[in-house]
C-alpha cells in the first residue's frame, strides 16, 4: 500500500528505511561514477602520440541465436555503456577488478550496478545467509535464498546478466589477520560495505598502508 504523507512522522520509525531507499539510486550511479573518475585519472599523458587500445576480447558465449564467441553479441550488451562512456572509458571499467566487501543493502546494490556497468572482475566477501529480513534491501535475493549464501545467491544471479564476467566469491567474515589473503590480485578498487565498525576501520587501515584505493559507506 502507498506511503501517506502525514505517515511519515518520527514516531513511525519509516525515515530510516526511507531514506535508505531514495539514497540507493544515487549510491549506484554514484558508485560507477567514482571508479570511471578513478581509472581515468592517468589518460592525460605528455606523450601527444597516439596510442592504440586493445580492442574487447571475444568471450565464448552461446546464447542460442549467435555464434559462441560473437563479439557483436556482447558489443550490444554493453552499448548504452560505450556511449556513456566512450570506447576508451568504457575499457577501462571492462579491464577494472573490483574488491566489494560485505553484500548486503548496500554492497549487494553497489555490486549490482558495477556488473551492470561493464566491470567483468568482481570478487565479493561476506559470511553471511540470506535471511528473511534482509529481503526488503538486498538487491537480488528472493526467498528462495533464504538460508543460503549471499555471495553465492549473487555469483549465480550475475552469470545469468553478464556470462562472460569473472565473479569471484569469498564466504569469511574480514578481518585484518584475512586481509592479505582477500584483498590479494592487486584491485584497481575496494569498495568498503561492512555494517560493523572495527572490521570497517580493520580494511580502511589496511587499504590505506597497502595503497589501495578504497571507497567506503557510512550510514
Same mark, same amino acid.
Given at each position: 500500500s502507498l506511503i501517506k504523507m502525514e505517515d511519515l512522522t518520527p514516531s513511525t520509525n519509516n525515515w530510516k528505511e526511507i531514506a535508505l531507499a531514495l539514497s540507493l539510486p544515487v549510491a549506484l550511479f554514484s558508485t560507477s561514477k567514482l571508479l570511471y573518475n578513478y581509472l581515468s585519472e592517468d589518460t592525460e599523458s605528455s606523450n601527444t *602520440? +597516439?596510442?592504440e587500445q586493445a580492442p574487447l576480447k571475444p568471450l565464448a558465449y552461446d546464447d =542460442? &541465436? *549467435?555464434p559462441v564467441g560473437s563479439? #557483436? &553479441?556482447y558489443r550490444e550488451h554493453v552499448d548504452r555503456n560505450m556511449l556513456f562512456y566512450g570506447e576508451d572509458g568504457f575499457q577501462k571499467i571492462s579491464d577494472a577488478f !573490483?574488491?566489494?566487501v560485505g553484500v548486503g543493502g548496500v554492497g549487494s546494490a553497489a555490486a549490482h550496478a558495477l556488473l551492470r556497468s =561493464? !566491470?567483468?572482475k568482481l570478487r565479493l566477501i561476506d559470511p553471511d545467509m540470506v535471511t528473511l529480513s534482509s529481503l526488503n534491501r538486498h538487491a537480488v535475493a528472493q526467498r528462495s535464498d533464504v538460508g543460503r549464501s549471499k555471495v553465492t545467491v549473487m555469483k549465480e544471479y550475475f552469470s545469468k546478466i553478464c556470462p562472460e564476467a569473472e565473479v569471484e566469491t569469498v564466504e569469511a567474515f574480514f578481518e585484518a589477520d584475512i586481509a592479505e589473503q582477500v584483498?590479494? =590480485?592487486?584491485p584497481d578498487y575496494v569498495l568498503d560495505?561492512? #555494517?560493523d565498525r572495527r572490521t570497517k576501520i580493520e580494511l580502511l587501515t589496511y587499504c590505506y +598502508?597497502?595503497?589501495l584505493p578504497v571507497c567506503f559507506c557510512v550510514l
Open positions: *602520440s +597516439q596510442i =542460442g &541465436f *549467435s563479439m #557483436d &553479441f !573490483v574488491v566489494v =561493464g !566491470v567483468r584483498l590479494r =590480485g592487486n560495505c561492512i #555494517d +598502508q597497502n595503497n
